[in-house]
């Protein structure tokens, strides 16, 4: 009895004192999007690797700027970034590059995600600088009782027909790449210079035929279903589709010719890393089946490593870059946006 | 000062004092700060509650405004094309209600043609209102003030969400917090051709609303789901704009009930979002709204740090903690002078115990006192007056059984012991001054047939009168004596010759040789007397004795009645 006892003191000691020691050996700092890193994917990888995982959330781009540059990367481990986005962090310096070798369920990846130097911008200089592991394009979401067929192009948008029934997306970046794509620019990210009245007219355009634009996939399921809406930019593609599906909406989802805008999104690992080999352990795990699953299932995004579920197979895909750029198209949609005309907007 | 009863008494009542100020003081102030603290928070819950109430009031009276512009003739001639004058007229209502009410960003008339173009536009710049005309008027047709509006049944008023405008152009409203209320403007046949807008500033409007709060609240307001709109730290509110959501639900436990309806208004103690140290108490009320922009609900609290809450209990407590104290001291004084009242008394009485048993006169008795200490007093007063009485009578009875212990009980005169007592001290006395002394033996002649005759009451009696005679016969510091039954002696101290003591032998013999009287009869008889003188007579009394009664039994055989001093040669 009395060894019992000072054995089960002994335990209990042993557990108290090395508790905190493990916790404080591995905590991994990951920033990242809504529904990214769930609570019980979180748990599953802490119980795995002894670790804490202090997990902080953003919804923009702008955000995850913002809390990644504000302390040169200090305050974070790893971070779920796209690849346009990611340029900048390279650019600045604030992620350092991923050791292949330490990610080996990159082999269950789809063949278009293994191929890293094919994906503008995860490679520079022989480096790998982050790790694909979700996506979205950006198709069109369109009523199934107004259109008999999907919509082919993206200039459904324009359509007459559909004037006032059509939600687009409040963004400068993506609306300037949608006007190059619908003027048939070759690509929609480098707009010549005689290009840009011609691009402001056409969102002048299109501004005058939606009914408005949106910014939360929430608001656009309410406006979709309350106002009658009969096509919409998927700004987060399937996911709305989701939402919309389980709204009890008759929706279909096309991927226009011109290709639909993809954003991919990638872990990177920050230049103020304290363990890169837990950063590492981190984005491996997520490639696994589980977190892939809870990734599709859940949030209705694709992983990399089941085949696409949604559109046609080959469907085309324009992986987002770096605009010509960003402060043009930002402050001319400003002005678009808020009803100025085409000679107003383009002043100087 | 000795531990007495006194002290002891006092402790004992001071103790009982000062617990019972004690305990009376903490649970008054426990009480009484979890009532102030209760009260505070009702408090802060009402000023929540008439809040949200002038929030109601100033939607109210914005919709009115609108109505105003909405319906008045001007805005439908606009948008049936009526020219410049319904134009001019429009905008200077509206420069009227801009200027009267600050709170107001923009006014606007829209048309539901032309990709919802404005037609009567002034904004506010700072302190100036300016009128926005030709080129600069926008097209507004995709914002949901506008076609949600559009839309609407006459009567109603279009309320948005609130958030940060970003329409360029708008002078002060541009990057401001701001909210749109809107009315549909009808023409004869219910068709809307187009809206008026008041655009909001939801600063200036608060600012406003809450001017009188008390310094230390603090003010939020939320949206419906729960972003901030209005926080103390400014970078917390619209985080949804920026991309990260600040919520209330996240920065306060508790507000979940709020937030999915379950509760209209809650009271809840927390603590300062992102600083645990400064706990709050904080209420928060939900107005609901919902119309065509979806719901519309403003969550309104206001929160104040407990410290300030706890500072009033403390001053409370402080202000009690010196009545206590004065309480206890009093407790202790009081204590004190009860215990001194108690036993000042108890002291009193035995001090006179004390005096009564040492012969001493000792302090009053409280007798005059109408209590048990006084009954206790006259008791003992009484016991007092009853063992002196008792003992006076035993000192007159020790003195009486003294003087009959010393004294013929027939004659009064001095027995034997106490004649020999004078004798030997009358001796020492002359031996020490060489003064001379005498002693007579008398005796009675014939008293037996007297005894016979008479009686010996009569006797008796005869013996009292001669005793009495001999007396009136002698100094009062001689000394006269009965020794036997018939026998007496006389010692004369400080006589200076013989013949001193043969006058008063004389005398003595002249005044037994009247006649007595006793009981009727008249008796006559006579005395011898022999003398010895000290000191050639005899150094003691065994000697003088002998020798004075050898003189007297010489004259009793020549025929008695005659006086004779001691003769060595002849006895």
Known sequence: MQSFRSNAVRIFLTLTLAFPLL?????????????????????????????????????????????????????????????????????EGLVVPVDLQRIPNRAAQQPRFRKLEAIPGLVHDDKVFAIPYTFAEMGLIYDRNQLAAPPESINALWDPRFRGKVLAFNDANHNFSLAAQSLGRATPFALAEHDWR????????????????????????????????????????????????????????????????????????????????LAEAWIDFLLEPGPGQVLTNRQGLANTTSPVPRGPEGAKLVWL????????????????????GAGKVLAR | MKFGIASRLALLLALVGILAAGFTGF??????????????????????????????????????????????????????????????????????????????????????????????????????????????????????????????????????????????????????????????????????????????????????????????????????????????????????????RVRLQDSFAGTEALIDGRVDQILIETHEPGDSQTP????????????????????????????????????LGSAMLKIVLGLCLACAVAAVMVARAVTHPINAMSAAVKGFSEQRGGPGLPLERRDEIGALARSFNQLREQIGQQLAELQRSRSELEHLSQHDTLTGLANRALFADRVAQALAAARRDGTRLALMFMDLDKFKPINDRFG??????????????????????????????????????????????????????????????VDGHT?????????????????????LSKHADQAMYRIKGRGADSVAFFDATLD
Request: charged share 25%.
């Open chain 1, 23 to 91: 916790a404080a050996a591995g905590t991994l700092r990951v920033l990242a999007w809504p529904g990214y890193a769930d609570a019980d994917v979180v748990k599953a990888f802490e119980q795995r690797t002894g670790s804490r995982v202090e997990l902080t959330l953003i919804a923009s781009d702008s955000a995850l700027w913002e809390l990644m540059s504000r302390n040169s990367g200090g305050d974070f481990d790893v971070f779920a970034v796209n690849t346009a986005e990611l340029q900048r962090y390279i650019r």
């Open chain 2, 456 to 517: 010996h009451a009569i006797g008796d009696a005869l013996l009292g009168a001669f005793a009495d005679r001999i007396r009136s016969g002698i100094r009062e510091s001689d000394t006269a004596a009965r020794v036997g039954g018939d026998e007496f002696m006389v010692l004369l101290r400080d006589i200076h010759d013989n013949e001193d003591a043969l006058v008063v032998a004389n005398k003595i013999r002249s005044l037994v040789n009247e006649p007595f009287l």
């Open chain 2, 27 to 244: 649970y008054a102030y426990d009480a009484s700060r979890s009532l102030l603290i209760d009260s505070a928070k009702n408090e802060l819950l009402t000023s929540t509650q008439v809040l949200s109430r002038r929030i109601v009031l100033a939607r109210e009276q914005i919709s009115r405004d609108v109505r105003i512009l909405a319906e008045h003739p001007a805005a439908l001639a606009i948008l049936q094309g009526g020219g410049d004058e319904p134009v001019e007229t429009l905008a200077t209502v509206a420069r009227v209600l801009m200027s009267v009410n600050p709170g107001y960003f923009q006014i606007r008339l829209i048309s539901a043609s032309d990709n919802g173009k404005e037609r009567v536009r002034i904004d506010r710049d700072g302190a100036r209102l300016v009128r926005v005309r030709g080129e600069d008027l926008q097209e507004k047709g995709h914002y949901a003030y506008v076609f949600d509006t559009l839309a609407l049944p006459p009567g109603e008023t279009y309320v948005s969400r609130i958030v940060i405008n970003h329409e360029q152009g708008a002078h002060s409203a541009v990057g401001q917090p701001s909210l749109q209320l809107a009315r549909p403007v009808f023409d004869a046949q219910g068709h809307s051709l187009g809206v008026a807008v008041i655009d909001v500033d939801l600063n200036g409007m608060f600012a406003l609303l809450a001017a009188d709060l008390p310094q230390d609240y603090r003010l939020f307001l939320t949206n419906a789901r729960g972003d901030f709109l209005i926080h103390p730290d400014s970078t917390q509110t619209f985080g949804f704009d920026r991309g990260r």
């Open chain 1, 321 to 340: 870059e770096p605009p010509e750029s960003i402060e043009r198209r930002t402050r001319l949609w400003a002005r678009i946006i808020s009803g100025d």
């Open chain 1, 198 to 277: 011609d691009a402001v007219e056409r969102l002048i355009a299109l501004r005058r035929n939606v009914l408005t634009f949106y910014t939360q996939p929430e608001e656009s399921v309410e406006l979709f279903r309350r106002q009658r809406v009969a096509v919409m930019l998927a700004n987060y593609g399937s996911q709305q589709l989701k939402l919309l599906e389980a709204a009890g909406a008759d929706v279909g989802y096309a991927i226009p010719r011109e290709g639909a805008l993809a954003w991919l999104d990638c872990w990177a690992i920050s230049r103020g890393v304290r363990d890169k080999a």
């Open chain 2, 280 to 315: 709050l108490v904080a209420a928060f009320v939900c107005k609901k709204a919902t119309n065509a922009s979806g719901d519309t609900s403003l969550i309104l609290g206001l929160a104040q740090p407990l410290e300030a809450i706890v500072a009033q209990a403390d001053r």
């Open chain 2, 523 to 543: 008796i006559s008889f006579s005395i011898s007397i022999g003398i010895a003188f000290y000191p050639e007579d005899g150094a003691d009394i065994t000697e």
